[in-house]
């Protein structure tokens, strides 16, 4: 009975794991929503609106002027873009909760466990009755530090590099809940594929590839460059035509925006976006190369059916995901196709996740992979 009783709380609790990925997912596309609809100053104070749980019904000119930064604009109160602000950040507390919830479970069962096992003066616990409680922990962290750049993003009035953190960190959150998921969900039976195991370092160098990819999307986004590379497959049309060569320099892609109160729209020069733009082009070719050159050859040499189709679904998000890219620039940036760029990105990273993790089974000792859920 107390086996039955420990298959029962495990199942509830992948349950809630899945719901937090699934969440994640969300909280992560309405970030990406808020900050490509220009909402990401709807609400000029956190965590509240204009000293508010919820957005006011309306604000007059006193109102608005009193929650003005020093030195910044006057304050225009729009209802739909605070409310775009404050559904992301309800979503973002949700998903907080969540978390908590995901780590306190595991403490307090384990706690209840040991206690058992100290009253009958066992010296060993089984690892099969303990949870995993290392990463909830790490998450958890990850969340505080999340809405810390939260706070900071509309303090620092859109500061490029705060917000480029903030919507790292939720890429982290979203992995590791996945990397979570897939701990829990894992079956030892299913490592028997030898012939893939040298292959976990080729998966681990498109993931760092990717990595960079996403962070020089969040770049882009956090200047607003999207707008200054407009031609196909350049700027300009070709290799040689416009002037994209004499204005390209690798130098502005690095380049800290000038102090300033606010960096809504962007504070750099038309041609350090226009680098930073054609810098995360370039890069994409090298992430798309890199990512279907693994995927094709861990489909080639596996023979576990479950890898075979993490490559597969891999190969498919990359040619989705260029694809997006293409139609983004050739219809001139509408949000709804920037948005699925964004989210498709989010699913790119977590195939290619799936994939290096169950590569990474593959070269894992039965004993190893059987304590490996209670990380």
């Not at 416009?242 to 041609?271: M, R």
């Not at 509408?334 to 699913?347: C, D, E, K, T």
């Not at 993790?357 to 059987?370: D, E, F, M, N, T």
Request: hydrophobic share 50%; charged share 10%; with cysteine.
């Amino acid at each position: 009975m107390q086996k039955t009783g420990v298959n029962i709380i495990n199942n509830r609790y992948k349950t809630l794991v899945l719901l937090s990925c699934l969440l994640s997912v969300l909280v992560v596309g309405l970030g990406a929503y808020t900050r490509l609809s220009d909402a990401g100053l709807g609400c000029p104070d956190w965590p509240g609106c204009y000293g508010s749980l919820t957005v006011p019904a309306e604000l007059d000119a006193s109102a608005t002027a009193k929650h003005s930064q020093p030195g910044t604009m006057d304050l225009v109160f729009e209802s739909a873009k605070a409310w775009k602000e404050m559904i992301h950040r309800y979503f973002a507390g949700t998903l907080g909760l969540m978390l908590l919830a995901i780590l306190l479970w595991p403490l307090f069962n384990n706690l209840k466990v040991l206690r058992h096992q100290s009253s009958i003066n066992k010296k060993k616990h089984s690892p099969n009755v303990l949870m995993p409680f290392k990463l909830p922990a790490l998450l958890v962290l990850l969340v505080l530090f999340q809405a810390f750049l939260g706070m900071l993003t509309v303090t620092m009035q859109l500061q490029p590099l705060i917000v480029m953190g903030h919507l790292l960190g939720g890429f982290a959150i979203l992995s590791l809940s996945t990397l979570f998921y897939l701990r829990l969900i894992s079956n030892p039976s299913d490592t028997n594929d030898f012939a893939v195991q040298h292959a976990y370092l080729w998966c681990l160098s498109a993931l760092f590839v990717l990595l960079i990819q996403i962070a020089l999307g969040g770049w882009l986004a956090a200047n607003y460059a999207a707008p200054y590379c407009a031609g196909l497959p350049l700027c300009s049309g070709g290799w040689n035509a416009g002037d994209w060569q004499q204005n390209f320099s690798i130098l502005d892609i690095f380049q800290l925006p000038a102090t300033s109160n606010n960096y809504e729209y962007g504070v750099l020069s038309p041609q350090a976006r226009m680098s930073i733009h054609l810098a995360h082009r370039f890069w994409a070719i090298i992430t798309a190369i890199t990512i279907l050159v693994v995927a094709i050859k861990v489909y080639w040499l596996s023979q576990s059916n479950k890898v075979k189709n993490s490559a597969l679904l891999v190969i498919l998000m990359v040619i989705c995901q260029v694809s997006l890219g293409v139609f983004l620039v050739y219809w001139a940036f509408p949000i709804s196709i920037a948005l699925a760029h964004n989210l498709m990105a989010a699913m790119l990273l977590l195939s290619l996740i799936r994939l290096t993790y169950y590569v990474k089974l593959l070269a894992l000792p039965h004993k190893s992979i059987a304590g490996f859920n209670t990380f």
